[in-house]
């Protein structure tokens, strides 16, 4: 379920900035990706949001190819370390249903003296096909395709982040906490 709210976000989250931080989210498609990394935006300004289906639209001729996509995937890395030279975050977001490109992306980023933070958003099911019902008609994805995709998924990169019975403010700051976390045990 999505809140319109934030007030559960604000509530959990400190009022400190960590250092420049590079996030890789993943999820199945209506996970709460999308909502999530504008959540996270707003909290670990100077960021970017990285948003993989929105760069693939960027390239023409429109070309879905297994090649396509991991070029499109490893430059979102390039361009977050881009970022992250200047001092402002990233939020990379996709269903990044390949370990190996994650992988990839992460070697990448740890290439250039960063340390790439992996979010698994691990969602019900049921509720997952629900929600992808009530997306905009460009969003939603094909039920079988999803059904498809949720069964074949690597739910084992990064932390898992459980999304059941959770508003996306308190995954959002379930995220954070994790990233606080990192910078603390750090100093």
Request: aromatic share 6%.
């Amino acid at each position: 379920m999505i809140a319109t709210s934030t007030n559960v976000l604000a509530d959990n989250m400190s009022t400190t900035q960590p250092q420049t931080t590079i996030v890789i989210l993943r999820g199945p498609p209506a996970s709460g990706k999308t909502s999530v990394s504008l959540l996270l935006r707003e909290k670990l300004q100077p960021v970017a949001r990285i948003n993989i289906d929105s760069m693939r639209y960027m390239v023409t001729p429109r070309n879905f190819s297994p090649k396509f996509l991991r070029a499109i995937k490893l430059n979102s890395a390039r361009l977050a370390v881009g970022y992250a030279q200047e001092g402002i975050s990233s939020v990379i977001d996709s269903a990044f249903t390949d370990p190996q490109i994650v992988g990839e992306m992460c070697q990448i980023i740890e290439n250039a003296g960063f340390e790439p933070m992996v979010f698994t958003l691990v969602p019900d099911v049921n509720i997952l096909m629900d929600r992808n019902l009530n997306q905009e008609l460009f969003e939603k994805a094909d039920p079988e395709r999803l059904k498809q995709i949720v069964s074949t998924y690597n739910w084992d990169v990064g932390t898992k982040i459980t999304v059941k019975d959770r508003e996306i403010e308190e995954v959002a700051a379930d995220i954070y906490m994790h990233i606080e976390e990192r910078y603390k045990n750090a100093k």
